[in-house]
C-alpha cells in the first residue's frame, strides 16, 4: 500500500488556522471590537463606516506563532466629501489616533496603511472614501495610492472569487493556501502574502479525481512562479521549495514515509 502524507498535511493545516472558539481567534476579536469602538468614538461622524477585510475574514490568516506578519484589515471609511484632505492626511490622523489610543504599542505608516502592533495581532488601517452614483447602488471604494492621488479597490472581491474556488474544489483552496504561507514566513516571505494567496486561488488545479489535500500540495507548488518579477530570475526559495516537493514525491513513490516527512520538514514548519 502507497504510503501517504495526506494526513499530516490536514493536521498542519488545521495547526495553521486560528479556528473560531480559540484563544487566539477570543483575543483577537475582543480587540477589533475594542479598536473599532475607539475609532468611533474618536473619530465620530468624520467616518462613515469601518469595513473588516482582508486575510482574517477569509479563514487564510497563520496563528502569530507561524507567522510574525499576521495582520488583521481594517478599512476606515472617511466622510470625504466633508473633509476633502490629501490620503497622506488621513494617514496622519490614523497614526495620531494609535499612537494617542495605543501608546505603548508600535505605530508606523506602511503604504497606504497605519500598522498598529499589538503584544498578539498586528492591525493594518486602511483610510478610504466611497463614492457613491446618485440615483443607482453603485459605489467605488477608494485608497490612498500615494500621498497625494487615490486608486479604486474592492475589498470583498477576492474573498468572493476565493469562496468560489475553495468550494470547487472540497475546500482544499484555503488549507493549500495556510500550507504554503506557513513556507513563504518559514523562508523569509519570498511572495507578498497577498499575492501569494491570489496565485494560489487561481491556479489551474487538474487533479485527474485524486482530491486529497497531498495532490492540491503538489499541484500547487508545480503552479507556482519560480521568479516573483522577472521570469528571466528564478528565486531560489521557489526553485527550492519544488526541488525538495519533488523529493518527498520521489520518497513516497517508494514508500519510504519517513524520508518524505525528512524532505516536508525543509518545507513546512512541524
Known sequence: MAVSINGKLLQLANEYYISYGSAEQKKIDVSVASLITKLKNHFGND???????????????LPRKYDNESDVDLM???????LQVTPST??????????DKYWSSNVYKSSPTVVLELDHIKYDLVPAYIESIPWTNY??????ETDNSWMKTDPNGF???LTRVNSENGSNIKKVIRLLKAWNSKVGYPFPSYELEQLLARIIYWTWGDSSLQNYFFKAIEGLPSSINNPLYPNQKIISLKEN???VKANLAADNLQGSM???AHILPL
Open 245 to 247: 516537493a519533488n523529493r
Open 47 to 61: 467616518i462613515q463606516s469601518i469595513i473588516e477585510f482582508g486575510s482574517y475574514k477569509r479563514d487564510t490568516i
Open 159 to 161: 474573498s468572493a472569487e
Open 90 to 99: 488621513y494617514r496622519n490622523y490614523l497614526k495620531k489616533f494609535a499612537s
Open 76 to 82: 476606515i471609511v472617511f466622510n470625504h466629501s466633508g
Open 262 to 264: 525528512a524532505w516536508l
Open 139 to 144: 459605489k467605488t471604494i477608494y485608497i490612498p
